[in-house]
């Protein structure tokens, strides 16, 4: 690694490689973060609709049986 960073400048080092890592590997972090946020509101949003509608078709059934 040495011989790699050897003869450049240390502004290449110590600036460019790190701005350069943050712009990748955080874009991609982002991206993973914001897809499994997308994750959790789609299931969350999932669950609350089975949950609703199991309630209101077994409170419906259960209204129909007392007649």
Not at 21 to 41: E, T
Not at 43 to 57: C, D, M, P, S
């Amino acid at each position: 690694m040495k011989e790699l960073f050897g003869g450049l400048p240390w502004w290449v080092k110590w600036v460019a490689v790190p701005v350069i890592a943050i712009v990748v590997f955080g874009s991609l972090l982002g991206a993973l973060f914001a897809f499994v946020f997308k994750l959790v509101i789609f299931v969350a949003l999932v669950g609350g609709l089975v949950f609703v509608v199991k309630k209101f078709t077994s409170s419906s059934s259960d209204s129909r049986d007392s007649w």
